[in-house]
């Protein structure tokens, strides 16, 4: 009897807590908003799921490698308001396409911040100096806003975060087995081993 | 007896526990409202469209020079939104001057957005430009209700004017959500995760 009592306890403390975490996670959020003190400039943006498939089919290169530093710049055009920019340097361990020979690879993320200006960029990758990463480059588009650089193509969609043998993607917490994921594309791209 | 009924309240009592438990993790996930992002506009946005940059995008397996029946989905994509939102509107007047949202396109690249909103200087949280470009690498549809392969400009730009509305994006286990990240059949029209969004900024 004593047991139903201690269980009755448990699960009226337990339907609390539940309603106390319902009502937090739907409270209005407006008390959040606060001033900036840095011109800030974002971009948002709207995306198709790329598959595995098409990220390998549609990249000159899959990199392996460990990122070794993080250079904001900001660029003006006279279309868009000033905005920063981040080169991604990685020393480059693997190509799983071949096709890449050099010790290091650049590549252009939206996002950083320099001097006054601080820009967000919401779909894409996110990398850390000391991060072992792997993804997919695109070849460079002279006329797209990414001009002369790499970019990662299908922006966060086409990296991975590597640590204990596993692939792990910033979004949906979509984790996988690397010796997996770099077979699969090996696979794809029909690249002999 | 009584032991048996003991049992059973005690079964039910745990099941009770464990459907507390784990609706305590799930519910807010599951009912999460759209995000608000920490800027707005305080006064109406005339709607500006970039004729010249419109007709560079790629039109109904057509080719270019379409801006006339591309304006007019994305017309109706603004006049879902000016139905939602009471304290401000969105003057569909082809303005391009004032507070207003201009719409063009640009080249964003292969395997990269569909389309991409740049809110300008937010120092003061209230915004008086955004830009919508469409990426001029994608061919865009009309009527199509479909994500892949035949993308909908109007469910593109429902997804974007949310952002430049100030509505992030929706990333709920089952977010029913036109701000759900990925072109997915929510972006048909403003779902019931955004009206609550759009109530606590324009409401």
Excluded at chain 1, 34 to 61: A, Q
Excluded at chain 1, 122 to 136: H, I, R, S, T, Y
Excluded at chain 2, 121 to 129: A, F, G, K, M, P
Excluded at chain 2, 152 to 157: K, N, P, S, T
Aim: hydrophobic share 35%.
């Amino acid at each position: 009897m004593q047991n139903k009592y201690k269980i009755t306890s448990f699960a009226a403390i337990v339907m609390v807590f539940a309603m106390t975490s319902i009502v937090l996670a739907n409270m209005d959020v407006s008390t959040q908003i606060e001033t900036h003190e840095k011109h800030v400039t974002s971009f948002h943006g709207s995306m198709p799921v790329y598959s595995l498939d098409y990220l390998v089919n549609v990249s000159e290169y899959a990199i392996i490698g460990e990122v070794v530093k993080i250079t904001p710049t900001i660029v003006e055009t006279h279309t868009m308001p000033p905005a920063v920019y981040s080169d991604v340097l990685v020393k480059v361990e693997n190509d799983l396409n071949n096709n890449y020979h050099d010790k290091t690879i650049s590549v252009r993320i939206q996002g950083g911040e320099k001097d006054n200006i601080k820009t967000t960029a919401d779909l894409n990758p996110k990398f850390a100096v000391g991060e072992q990463v792997l993804f997919f480059v695109h070849e460079k588009d002279l006329d797209s806003i990414w001009g002369d650089n790499y970019y990662v193509s299908g922006l966060y969609q086409g990296k991975y975060s590597l640590t204990d043998g596993k692939a792990n993607r910033d979004i949906y917490d979509d984790t996988v087995e690397q010796t997996e994921l770099f077979s699969q594309i090996q696979q794809i791209r029909g690249v002999q081993k | 007896m009584k032991t048996l009924m003991t049992n059973n309240t005690e079964k039910t009592t745990s099941i009770i526990a464990a459907t507390a438990m784990i609706l305590s993790i799930g519910l807010p996930n599951i009912f999460a409202e759209t995000p608000i992002a920490d800027w707005y506009w305080d006064d109406d946005a005339n709607i500006c469209y970039l004729d010249t940059e419109l007709n560079t995008l790629n039109w109904s397996g057509a080719g270019t020079g379409y801006a006339t029946q591309i304006k007019a989905r994305i017309a109706n994509a603004v006049s879902t939104y000016n139905a939602y939102m009471n304290g401000v509107d969105l003057n569909n007047n082809d303005t391009c001057s004032g507070d207003r949202i201009e719409l063009g396109a640009q080249d964003l690249a292969e395997a990269t957005y569909l389309a991409q909103l740049t809110d300008w200087d937010e120092t003061s949280n209230i915004l008086s430009q955004a830009d919508i470009d469409f990426n001029t690498d994608f061919t865009f549809y009309g009527d199509t209700n479909q994500c892949y392969p035949y993308y909908d400009i109007e469910w593109v730009a429902n997804h974007e004017i949310g952002h430049a509305v100030g509505l992030d994006h929706n990333e709920g286990w089952f977010a029913n959500s036109v701000m759900v990240p990925n072109c997915a059949g929510s972006w048909s029209t403003i779902q019931s995760d955004d009206s609550d969004a759009l109530d606590t900024h324009y409401g």
